[in-house]
T-cell receptor
């Protein structure tokens, strides 16, 4: 069964600090890996999308990395802001033909940034 | 604002009842996806429609059904509701023009369903 595991489940950091969120997946082969940000009570918003051949992708203060060999991805947030408080979800799309291209979602890491 | 609208925002109903959730995709998007997000669970893909036709099916219960209308809006019907159906239901839309799961999905604000 395709799975996406994220750690930690929750994280509290001080405003201005950096943090790194982890994602391990078993989906193989995969088409792409995305990171979404989901504010409480709202729909997810895409932050980055990477193919299996990409190692890193940045979007402002968000940088995602991917190691396809170890099936691990991380999302690094630099100089955190209060507005970064949200759940961050790792999503893997299986390659078409490997069942379907339905997205497989992790349960997310809940990040709280405090003053 | 993603451009995807969902109604109602909140819904409270009793066990055994039937409800309909509505989704209007972004202008020009042909694909609509439905997801369920229960407390402490990740988003679960339910079903996808593309230009009126069912394209992919996920973990959708037989008590649930969906359709996409000619104007491309979609409805998710939930029947014989159980307490465990309480969740956030999200609709997403995409242009539906690329294959292999590359379409960017834009999520609506969700409908919070509470079954009592």
């Amino acid at each position: 069964k395709n799975q996406v595991e994220q750690s930690p489940q929750s994280l509290i950091i001080l405003e201005g600090k950096n943090c790194t969120l982890q994602c391990n997946y078993t989906v193989s082969p995969f088409s792409n890996l995305r990171w979404y940000k989901q504010d409480t009570g709202r729909g997810p918003v895409s932050l980055t999308i990477m193919t299996f051949s990409e190692n890193t992708k940045s979007n402002g203060r968000y940088t995602a990395t991917l190691d396809a060999d170890t099936k691990q991805s991380s999302l690094h947030i630099t100089a955190s802001q209060l507005s970064d408080s949200a759940s961050y979800i790792c999503v893997v799309t299986p390659k078409a033909g490997a069942g379907s291209y339905q997205l497989t979602f992790g349960k997310g890491t809940k990040l709280s940034v405090i003053p | 604002d993603s451009g995807v609208t969902q109604t109602p925002k909140h819904l409270i109903t009793a066990t055994g009842q039937r409800v309909t959730l509505r989704c209007s995709p972004r202008s020009g998007d042909l694909s609509v996806y439905w997801y369920q997000q229960s407390l402490d669970q990740g988003l679960q893909f339910l079903i996808q429609y593309y230009n009126g036709e069912e394209r992919a099916k996920g973990n959708i219960l037989e008590r649930f059904s969906a359709q996409q209308f000619p104007d491309l809006h979609s409805e998710l019907n939930l029947s014989s509701l159980e307490l465990g159906d309480s969740a956030l239901y999200f609709c997403a839309s995409s242009a539906g023009t690329s294959g292999g799961g590359w379409d960017e999905q834009y999520f609506g604000p969700g409908t919070r369903l509470t079954v009592t």
